[in-house]
């Protein structure tokens, strides 16, 4: 399976949304752990959307889950093509 082959996939996109809204869903909630020393949600969201910031933490998220989503299912669908491969 080639690149094209793996990124044509209904099922890879499936996994990189996935993936990727899990990924923001525990980064942030580390993050605020450990920013905050608990879970302060409201004070955590302010900080990043005040003073015009909104677009610039949105997009950042969605850049991020992407990123880490793509390339997390992209390994995920290529190691299982080696495993097929090789059983055959």
């Known amino acids: 399976m080639s690149f094209k082959s793996i990124v044509s996939q209904k099922s890879f996109w499936k996994s990189v949304i996935l993936l990727g809204v ?6 942030n909630f580390v993050s605020m752990l450990f ?7 409201t004070t ?4 990043r959307t005040e003073d ?3 677009f610039r933490f949105i997009l950042g998220q969605l850049m991020a889950a992407l990123a880490y989503g793509f390339i997390i299912a992209f390994g995920q ?3 299982k093509e080696k495993e097929n491969s090789r059983d055959q």
């Not at 955590?44 to 900080?47: C, Q």
Request: overall charge neutral; glycine content about 14%.
């Open 52 to 54: 015009g910031k909104l």
């Open 35 to 41: 920013e905050y020393g608990g879970f302060e949600i």
């Open 77 to 79: 669908f290529k190691m």
């Open 22 to 27: 899990s990924f923001l869903i525990i980064y």
């Open 44 to 47: 955590f969201l302010r900080e």
